[in-house]
Each structure stands twice: as structure tokens, then as C-alpha cells.
């Protein structure tokens, strides 16, 4: 029989200690037992039996029978249960090596002692919901970025058709931002209390419609083109924070860098399709003929996002249980924040970390998204063909580095980097690379050398994506739609400027002009950025989730089985002084042995469970096995 009648142990089950066997928090409780017993080193190595005088075997006669461990644990909550209460019970399985323990909100399904387990919940195999919503996520993003970038291409015929200038380009290009501008923390806070579903299927049907009427516009006045455009920057300026928002819940920790990845590589895709068919389809049908189309390929998504999006995984009916608990242990909580805390959000260095770089971020690539096709125009003396057709190599290498740097750095993540660490280097070469070829760039006049020059900048700006974009979630996963509506407030507000300031400097300046500026924020922001960004939750105004991803779980439970292990062979040295004979102990031995029997009752029991001598003092509020 084993000699333990309790075994503290400790791990993370929805947030809660759980004190295995009414055990007090992560320590072991030996208790001198009445019958001889094989024990474990910490090594696992079996001990020879025991041989006890006749003087100590009717010692031990006396002492109470081993109890068992009741069928179920007791755990403690440092936070509030769903029904209000700070505790609650958990099953016990047979056993307590391979046992798992079923909480009030979620399980840990693993051996209390001995070998790790490799994961805490586990999924069946098959296709997953998840990736559902990010797929059409995805394809929500495609479109938004075909239905952006089919001005650029659009713009050079419209703009020979009613004579304008490059300021006059410049402001057509810029109005899409005021919209843009208008929502972006606006969508954040919809998409937190309303639901990211919701607020999503509204942005892309608004800019749907502002792109077929688009043309309408165009042949009315400026104006009205101006306000069209405004209006369709309305529709898109929600799809960010309402996707973030959905991604919050969807997307487990351990997954967030790839799965963020793989959407903003829709906008890349779409960037690449959209450049890619609009010079064909404008020298075919009229450049009329990519708003009409781009359109409805909205209108379409609609109907399918309609049928099989849900707002989160708890209001999906058709998630599998499986999908759903690892979903809900390795999130926040997808409850939707009953108010925001501005004062909160905005004190904290984290998020103003964002903001500003967010800014220097999007004044390089909003110019290179609006300008691009422009530039091989008029420097390189490219067609309209060949201008849609370079412009498109930028963004086909953006969108292979953005799903690379995310895999690279979950990869980091999952072997045990930090979060912030892996944020920044991220960030850096977010940053630097394009600085870097960006200043390149003004020295070179060649169509390829240029070319390269865009491709090399615009992949390296991918790994933002893994570093900047991916941290709203990581610093507030609550508040990540009002986060990033905050911050991409800013990066708006840099397309609108930059835009508008790139026409402007064109009017008497040179491109290389156009680029300074550009390099000058990207190295502004790699400073802000490495000074106060941070990858930990809570320090930008959200609150923890409270399950902990798998590997730190992990090396939690493996903290605690080296307790249990040193405790274990205090025990062990308890038994084997019990097994020497009396005539051969030390005086001072013989003293405590003494001290021990005058602690028994009447009837030899032991009034209390007595603890190893360097164990811990009991913590409050620990909970005797009953």
C-alpha cells in the first residue's frame, strides 16, 4: 500500500489551482502509515521491503487504516466560478496516474505524476471550423483589396478621359481614406458589442455597392466620385478590427501568427488579381467594367458568409465539442466587454506603441499600393499592361513572406520564446527591410532593378504581420477590434497624408523625395516600436485569458512533479529512520520519536496530518481530505 494519503498537486484547468485530493496547493502531505510499503525514489527506483522490529510493527498496529482518496478533488478558484462562487468540485477517474480532472469549465486530461502528457485537450482530426471562418475571412479580404487597387489601374485611363492633374489624382486616390478614417474605431467598438460577424457582412455589402456605382460617379462630377469613394472606405474600414475581433475567439494562441498571416495575405492576393485582370478587362470591356464585377463578386461572398459565419465558437452550431473546449482553454473569454475602457487603453505605453507605428508602417505602403502602377508609368515608361503586370510581383512576395514569417514565429512562440521577443524581431524586419530597398530604390532606373527593389521591400514589409498586427490580440484580446480600430486610425490617417503629400511632392519634386519620407518613418517607428512594444497580455488595457497555452502547462505540471518527487523522498527517509532499530537511533532521534508518541490519541491515531520538515507553511483557505 502506498503511504501517501494525500497527494497536493497543481495544474491549470480554466484558470483554477486545482488541489488534487484536498491536498493544500502544490505540496505533498506524508502521513505515517501502519503498514510497511515498497516506496519510490525520485528516480522512480523501487526500495527493498522493510524490516521492522517486533517493538515497531505494534507501534505502527495502532495507527488508523490508510484512507483512500475520495472519488473526487476539490479545487480552489482564484476568480469568481460562472455560478459565482470561488470553488467547486471536479471528477476523479479511476486512477491517479492517466486520471483527468473535469472542471466547471474545461478538463485537463493527463497523469497526476509520472510521465508528461502531450497535450491538454486534444481535437479530433479532421477539418475544423476555424478554418472555415478563416477562409472566409480570407476571401473577404481578397475582395476588399481587388475592389481598392482597381482605381490604380482605373485611374489612368479616367484620369486622360477628364484631363486631370496629379494633385487631382492624388486627391482621387486620397478620398477613399476620409471614409476609411470615419470607421475605424467606430468598427471596433460594433464589432466587440455587436459581434464581428455582424459588422463584417455589413462593411463588405457597403463597399460593394460604392464600387458598382463607382462609375455612375465619375461621369456625374468630382465630387460626387469623391464622395463614392469616401463611401466605399466607409464599408472597408470596419473589415479590419471586425476580423480581428472574430479571430479573437477563434484563433487558439498558439495558432494566432499564421492564421493573421494567411487573412492579410488575402489582401496581398487580391492586390495581385486585382492588378492582374484590370489592365485585360479595362482593354476589353471599358474601365467601367472592374467596378461592376469587382462589385458583385461582394454581393456573392455575402450570401456565403450569411449562411455559415458565426460570431464565435460557443454560437456556432455546428463545432464539435472537441473544437470547441480547445478553443474556449486557449482564448480569452468571447464574452462581449459591456464597456470600453478608454482612459485604460490609452495610459498604457503598448498602445501607443501601435498607434505610432501603425502610422509609419501604412505611409510606405499605401504609397506603394496607390502609386505603384503610376510610378512604372511615368519613371519607368511602362504601358498600362506592363504596369499592372510589374505591380503585381510585389504583392505575390508579400503574400509568400507573410505566411512564412507567421509560421517562423509561432514556431518561436511554441518552443518557448517570448511573445514580446518574437513580436519584435518581427516588427524589425518589418521595418528595416524596406527602409533598406526603399532607399535603393532612388538610385535605380532600370525595370527590373526597380522591380526588384518593390518586390524585395514589400516582402520584407510582410513579417508586420507577424509582429504589429498580431499584437492587438496579444495585448488585449477583450479589446482587440477597438485596439486595432485605434491604431489603424493612425495607419489611415498616414494613407490619407501620404497620398495626398505624394501628389503634392510630385508637383515639383522627384520620387527619390517621395521615398525619404518614407524611409525616414520606417525608422522612427523600429525605435517606438523596440522601446515600448510588448507581447504580454493585460498590458494593453485587456484582461488575461485564463487558461495558459499548452506549453507553459506543461512546464507548470512538470514544476509541480519535481515537488511531488522531493517530497516523496522525504518520506522515504521518514520510513527508513521508522525501520531502525530503537537501540540503534541517536539520542536526539530517540527524543523526537518521544515527542511523536505523545502527539498520539487514546486510541494511537495521529490528531493531525503531520507535514515534512521543510514543508511550507498551509496555505489560507487549503481544504482537508474528508
Avoid at 495507527?63 to 476568480?79: E, G, K, Q
Avoid at 497620398?499 to 520606417?522: M, R
Wanted: glycine fraction near 12%; charge should be neutral.
Amino acid at each position: 500500500m502506498t503511504a501517501l494519503a494525500a497527494a497536493g498537486w497543481q495544474a491549470s484547468t480554466s484558470g483554477r489551482r486545482c488541489d488534487a485530493l484536498g491536498a493544500p496547493s502544490g505540496r505533498l502531505m506524508p502521513r505515517l502509515v501502519g503498514t510497511p510499503r515498497r516506496s519510490r525514489h525520485a528516480s522512480g527506483a523501487l526500495l527493498p521491503p522493510l524490516h521492522l522490529s517486533q517493538h515497531q510493527r505494534l507501534g505502527l498496529a495502532t495507527s488508523p487504516p490508510l484512507r483512500l482518496a475520495p472519488s473526487h478533488a476539490t479545487f480552489i478558484s482564484t476568480s469568481p466560478t460562472p455560478s459565482g462562487g470561488e470553488g467547486g468540485e471536479a471528477d476523479r477517474g479511476p486512477g491517479i496516474d492517466g486520471s483527468e480532472l473535469v472542471g466547471s469549465s474545461g478538463s485537463f486530461s493527463g497523469p497526476l505524476s509520472g510521465s508528461s502528457s502531450s497535450s491538454i485537450v486534444r481535437e479530433k482530426p479532421g477539418w475544423k471550423r476555424r478554418w472555415t471562418m478563416i477562409a472566409m475571412c480570407f476571401a473577404a479580404f481578397l475582395l476588399c483589396n481587388m475592389d481598392r487597387v482597381n482605381m490604380s489601374i482605373a485611374i489612368l485611363p479616367i484620369s486622360q478621359q477628364f484631363q486631370w492633374s496629379s494633385t487631382t489624382i492624388g486627391l482621387v486616390q486620397s478620398s477613399f481614406f476620409w471614409g476609411y478614417l470615419l470607421t475605424q474605431v467606430a468598427g471596433g467598438v460594433w464589432a466587440d458589442r455587436f459581434g464581428g460577424k455582424k459588422v463584417l457582412g455589413f462593411g463588405v455589402v457597403w463597399w460593394s455597392v460604392a464600387t458598382i456605382i463607382t462609375p455612375i460617379a465619375a461621369r456625374t462630377s468630382l465630387p460626387v466620385l469623391l464622395m463614392a469613394r469616401a463611401c466605399m472606405g466607409v464599408g472597408e474600414g470596419v473589415a479590419m478590427p471586425a476580423m480581428n475581433n472574430l479571430l479573437s475567439k477563434w484563433v487558439p494562441v498558439q495558432e494566432r501568427s499564421r492564421s493573421l498571416s494567411l487573412v492579410y495575405s488575402g489582401m496581398y492576393t487580391g492586390s495581385m488579381l486585382g492588378l492582374a485582370v484590370s489592365p485585360q478587362m479595362i482593354s476589353s470591356w471599358g474601365w467601367p467594367s472592374v467596378f461592376y464585377v469587382f462589385g458583385l463578386g461582394g454581393l456573392l461572398w455575402y450570401y456565403w458568409w450569411d449562411r455559415c459565419a458565426a460570431a464565435s465558437p460557443k454560437a456556432d452550431p455546428g463545432i464539435d465539442s472537441a473544437e470547441l473546449a480547445y478553443i474556449t482553454r486557449n482564448t480569452a473569454s468571447s464574452a462581449a466587454p459591456t464597456s470600453i475602457p478608454w482612459k485604460l487603453l490609452l495610459s498604457k505605453p503598448a498602445t501607443w506603441a501601435l498607434i505610432i507605428c501603425h502610422f509609419c508602417h501604412n505611409w510606405g505602403t499605401f504609397i506603394l499600393l496607390t502609386w505603384m502602377p503610376t510610378y512604372y508609368n511615368q519613371v519607368l515608361g511602362l504601358d498600362l499592361k506592363s504596369s499592372g503586370f510589374f505591380s503585381v510581383l510585389p504583392w505575390v512576395t508579400m503574400a509568400i513572406t507573410a505566411n512564412l514569417g507567421g509560421w517562423i514565429a509561432d514556431t518561436l512562440v511554441e518552443r518557448g520564446w517570448s511573445v514580446t521577443s518574437v513580436r519584435k524581431i518581427m516588427q524589425t524586419i518589418g521595418f528595416l527591410g524596406p527602409a533598406f530597398f526603399l532607399t535603393q530604390l532612388g538610385n535605380i532606373t532600370s525595370v527590373y532593378g526597380a522591380v526588384g527593389c518593390m518586390m524585395a521591400s514589400q516582402g520584407m514589409d510582410a513579417f508586420s504581420q507577424s509582429g504589429l498586427y498580431s499584437n492587438h490580440a496579444d495585448i488585449g484580446p477583450r479589446y482587440a477590434g477597438v485596439l486595432l480600430g485605434l491604431s489603424n486610425t493612425a495607419g489611415v490617417l498616414a494613407g490619407v497624408l501620404g497620398t495626398a503629400a505624394t501628389g503634392l511632392i510630385l508637383q515639383n519634386g522627384s520620387w527619390k523625395q517621395v521615398w525619404s519620407v518614407a524611409v525616414a518613418l520606417y525608422l522612427v517607428g523600429t525605435v517606438v516600436w523596440n522601446l515600448f512594444a510588448t507581447g504580454e497580455k493585460g498590458e494593453g488595457g485587456g484582461e488575461r485569458p485564463k487558461e495558459q497555452p499548452a506549453a507553459a502547462a506543461e512546464a507548470a505540471i512538470e514544476r509541480e512533479r519535481e515537488v511531488h518527487r522531493g517530497l516523496e523522498q522525504q518520506e522515504t527517509e521518514v520510513l527508513l529512520s521508522l525501520a531502525q532499530d530503537p537501540a540503534d537511533r541517536a539520542p536526539g532521534q530517540m527524543e523526537a520519536r518521544s515527542e511523536e508518541k505523545a502527539d498520539l490519541g487514546p486510541a494511537g491515531t495521529t490528531e493531525e496530518t503531520r507535514e515534512a520538515p521543510d514543508a511550507e507553511e498551509k496555505a489560507p483557505g487549503g481544504l482537508r481530505d474528508t
